[in-house]
């Protein structure tokens, strides 16, 4: 290592009877930097003795520790968000029509915009991280350059080009695996770029790193670092700007999750207005029945706290009432859900206007399910709530 020769040469100087100021002047012409230069020398204490006296010295590695293991931690978090928001512009960009089952499940779990904003998130609070720490990791190294040599750093660094490499082979593994299933498209195209584009960065910084630090050429390490991290700025950066115009406001989002939690707490009562019809055949008088009958508390409207609204309007029929902050279409479901809306992610409270709303329900019996009673949509008709 770098700082071992060069404080192996101080010391042999030092014990050859050899002046610090003619160490200090061979040392620079060779191309050390002085302040590495002045860390080597002061290294050792002036004597009277024919060999050089070391200084005592505390170990940094619990420092060391924190900072690198800091520093690639955060580079690990920023490099998945930055994948994961470059992922779902492609699936933006690129949907795939086929895949209809896949976009179901993938709506249930949160769906574009959810993954979005996870890597959005991800990206704004661990890059300004990680690059705060790279800075500090920088000053510390220039003030005591015994810091490049460090075990520890060269032990974690290397660790993570073995991983990086490793995701490098696998997206070429993936890539060839569906070039030979006749599967390669556009869309695996630039999901492989992306994950090479992003091992890329981080093999090119961090081994270019180590290989300069063995081979004495620092200053050339310093502008690939320079380089390697205003690219990753200006991507995540333009990538950030782009998603934010891909998903809707945290205002926004508020209110379509109070509505699909208006929408589930109505699917629910239904379902018990069901269940009690079933055992008594016939409809409660009120929710509070109900509820004692399943032993049950239902949900009141998350933003109001006001209970949902109940009547009973025949024999059969019934009506719920909200009121929803955000209108909710056909074609927003779909959008969301793909062809299979009904069966698989909505109920019959999914669509609806904004606004107070009424839900007409009417009980019948399903012949489908051995005669099994299940609540279904009549109508949906608007009306004002007293």
């Known amino acids: 290592m770098a700082w071992s020769i ?18 200090r002047s061979a040392l620079e012409s060779a191309g050390w930097r002085p302040a ?27 420092r060391e520790l924190f900072y690198y293991l800091s520093v690639f931690s955060c580079l690990y978090v920023t490099i998945m968000g930055l994948g994961t928001i470059l992922f779902q512009l492609v699936n933006l960009a690129l949907p ?21 904003r996870s890597g959005v998130a991800s990206v704004v609070v661990f890059l300004p991280a990680y690059l705060l720490l790279d800075h500090r990791i920088e000053v510390l190294k220039r003030s005591d350059p015994g810091q490049g ?18 995701v490098l082979l696998s997206d070429a593994s993936f890539l060839v695996s569906y070039w030979l299933n006749g599967e390669l498209d556009a869309r695996v195209l630039l999901k492989c770029g992306v994950v090479a584009g992003l091992g890329m960065l981080v093999l090119g910084r961090y081994l270019h790193e ?18 390697t991290l205003a690219i990753l700025t200006i991507v995540s950066a333009a990538a950030v700007l782009t998603a ?17 939690a208006r929408e589930t707490a109505l699917a629910q009562i239904d379902n018990a207005i069901v269940t009690y019809f079933r055992a008594y ?38 009506r719920l009432c909200t009121t929803f902050r955000r ?3 056909a074609e927003e479901l779909m959008a969301e859900t793909g062809p299979y809306t009904t069966y698989y992610a909505t109920s019959a409270f999914s669509e609806h206007p904004a606004g107070p709303h009424c839900f007409d329900m009417e009980v019948k019996e399903l012949a489908t399910y051995g005669g099994a009673i299940g609540g279904e949509i009549v109508e949906a008709v608007p009306v004002v709530a007293p």
């Open 210 to 227: 180590m290989t300069s630090d063995e081979h004495f050429v620092a200053r050339h390490a310093s502008r690939v670092r320079i380089a």
């Open 96 to 116: 795939d029509p086929a895949d209809y089952y896949g976009d179901i499940y993938y709506a249930l779990a949160g769906g574009v915009e959810a993954k979005l």
């Open 149 to 166: 040599g460090s075990s520890v750093r060269r032990k974690v660094t290397y660790l993570t080009l073995y991983f990086t490499a490793f």
């Open 281 to 318: 055949e016939s409809l409660p008088e009120s929710l509070a029945i109900v509820a004692r009958f399943q032993h049950v508390r239902f949900p009141r409207d998350p933003e109001t706290g006001v209970p949902y609204r109940y009547e009973v309007v025949g024999d059969r029929r019934y």
């Open 6 to 23: 060069l404080t192996d040469f101080v010391q042999k100087s030092l014990a050859s009877g050899i002046g610090r100021d003619r160490i």
């Open 244 to 260: 934010f115009g891909n998903f809707a406001s945290p205002g926004t989002e508020r209110k379509r999750q109070a509505d699909r």
């Open 327 to 329: 209108a909710r279409t």
């Open 36 to 62: 590495e230069v002045k860390s080597a020398i002061d290294a050792f204490a002036v004597s009277d003795l024919r060999i050089a006296v070391p200084r005592p010295s505390i170990s940094p590695t619990a």
